[in-house]
């Protein structure tokens, strides 16, 4: 029995080192919000332990991670606290180094993980919150009386490694998420809408919440409450909330497809890379493509169409929280009192084999079904990849809209055939053809 014990502790052990060392940062970023908080997020392929150092002259985040080389190197930072950041990758760790202009307290960081999300396809992230001007900001007598930077040096304080989600537990939670191919949540009942689609479109509390949401951090901030207090806001960068607007309701369904205004959505966006894929495709440049092409295809049939982004540029702000980001784009077919609204997505799975197409929808109305088998069907009849089928999902976008809406995910960039395919001009434009006669089919 004992040793069955120890080896099954011995396997979890090579089970937990292999999850460690598999775990691959892909990019790092750094945002300072209205109240000078310097955010360093790193994204990651899974999550992964980390620790925080502090020392005088600079705070390390020590990932336990191989990285993307293109995630090293030295950016250039502009914060009250420092002037640069700096990625090194050595002996299966990787080191974000920034190089502090004034010391700082052990309170006045924190850091917390953010789990990957399968809605809007954004990584695993790891989070470091450094609030620059702590001293300035705790009361009149200190304002004027910043800490002298020759004060002495404080001893590194190594953080203990926060209580992420063991690394192999969340990738066998992403794998289950995502493995089957998508995440097809069950709507809640009695929210959806009907007829005129007149919809209750403020973000409320039976939302889907995508779950990079703050109450979903799986580790524990680890600063004084005082701190945490302060950073907790989620503003980084500075923007306020994103309100729901609301059109008049009325959307048509029928007669013809000139004058129907249709609003796209190119998936993901600035800071939001969407899905990345073996050869570095990212998901937002192949969606922005494909949406612009679908846009020039629609205007030749005479609809109007408005475009949540036509470059590479988040719709609210860049690393604002995902309902905002979302609901952002549901307010652009919502100004438009767009007749149909379609979101434009790539697929990604952590399994490689998986490819085809599939199409989501919320039943608001009977429309948003019929909409997305008309664009499902017209897609899979002409493209002879695999068939995931027309998927009734709780997404944001496609509940939170007033009008009929869908959201496609046009193959996998995550398989090595459907990125060549992805990236060819030849897809993109087919694919947009595609679309735009399925829309004049909807609206017949
Ligand atoms: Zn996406």
């Keep these: 029995m004992r040793k069955i014990v120890s080896v099954l502790l011995l396997w979890a052990a090579l089970c937990w080192a292999a999850a460690v060392q598999a775990a691959q940062v892909t990019a790092v970023h750094w945002g300072v919000d209205k109240d000078n908080v310097l955010r360093i997020v790193v994204d990651l392929d899974a999550l992964t332990t980390y620790q925080v150092g502090l020392s005088s002259s600079a705070i390390d985040l020590t990932v336990d991670a191989s990285a993307q080389s293109s995630a090293l190197g030295t950016q250039k930072v502009k914060s009250t606290l420092a002037a640069s950041l700096e990625t090194v990758a050595?002996?299966?760790?990787?080191?974000?180094?920034?190089?502090?202009?004034?010391?700082?307290?052990?309170?006045?960081?924190?850091?917390?993980?953010?789990k990957q999300d399968p809605v809007t396809k954004r990584p695993?992230?790891?989070?470091?919150?450094?609030?620059?001007?702590?001293?300035?900001?705790?009361?009149?007598?200190?304002?004027?009386?910043?800490?002298?930077?020759?004060?002495a040096p404080k001893p590194a304080a190594v953080q203990p490694v926060p209580k992420t989600a063991s690394p192999s537990g969340s990738k066998a939670k992403v794998a289950a998420a995502e493995g089957g191919v998508v995440i097809s949540n069950k709507p809640t009942k009695?929210?959806?809408?009907?007829?005129?689609?007149?919809?209750?479109?403020?973000?409320?509390?039976?939302?889907?919440?995508?779950?990079?949401?703050?109450?979903?951090?799986?580790?524990?901030?680890?600063?004084?409450?005082?701190t945490v207090k302060k950073a907790e806001a989620p503003t980084v960068p500075a923007k306020g909330k994103a309100k729901a607007e609301k059109g008049s309701g009325k959307f048509a369904t029928s007669g013809g497809i000139k004058d129907k205004k249709i609003t796209i959505d190119p998936g993901h966006g600035g800071s939001d890379p969407g899905a990345i894929g073996a050869k570095g495709t990212k998901e937002k440049d192949i969606t922005l493509k494909i949406a612009k092409e679908l846009q020039e295809q629609l205007k030749k049939k005479k609809a109007k169409v408005s475009m949540t982004r036509t470059a590479d540029k988040d719709v609210h702000g860049p690393y604002a929280s995902d309902v905002d980001e979302l609901q952002a784009r549901v307010n652009v077919a919502e100004r438009n009192d767009a007749d149909v609204f379609i979101s434009i997505h790539i697929n990604s799975s952590v399994n490689a084999k998986v490819k085809g197409f599939s199409t989501y929808y919320y039943p608001k109305s009977s429309h948003d079904k019929r909409l997305a088998t008309a664009v499902h069907n017209k897609l899979t009849k002409n493209f002879g990849r695999d068939n995931?089928?027309?998927?009734?999902?709780?997404?944001?976008?496609?509940?939170?809209?007033?009008?009929?809406?869908?959201?496609?995910?046009?193959?996998?960039?995550?398989?090595?055939?459907?990125?060549?395919?992805?990236?060819?001009?030849?897809?993109?434009?087919?694919?947009?053809?595609?679309?735009?006669?399925a829309m004049e089919d909807y609206f017949k």
């Design 388 to 437: 995931l089928g027309v998927r009734e999902a709780n997404f944001y976008v496609t509940k939170r809209s007033s009008m009929p809406a869908i959201l496609i995910e046009l193959c996998f960039i995550s398989n090595k055939d459907e990125e060549k395919l992805l990236q060819s001009s030849w897809f993109q434009k087919k694919a947009a053809r595609l679309l735009a006669e």
């Design 124 to 151: 695993a992230r790891i989070v470091l919150d450094i609030t620059a001007d702590k001293q300035t900001r705790t009361g009149p007598t200190t304002a004027s009386n910043p800490k002298p930077a020759a004060s």
């Design 190 to 226: 009695g929210s959806g809408t009907t007829g005129t689609g007149a919809s209750t479109t403020a973000p409320a509390k039976t939302t889907p919440q995508p779950k990079t949401q703050p109450k979903q951090e799986t580790a524990k901030p680890q600063t004084s409450p005082a």
């Design 90 to 114: 050595a002996g299966g760790k990787v080191t974000v180094r920034l190089p502090l202009l004034h010391q700082i307290e052990d309170g006045a960081y924190k850091s917390f993980t953010l």
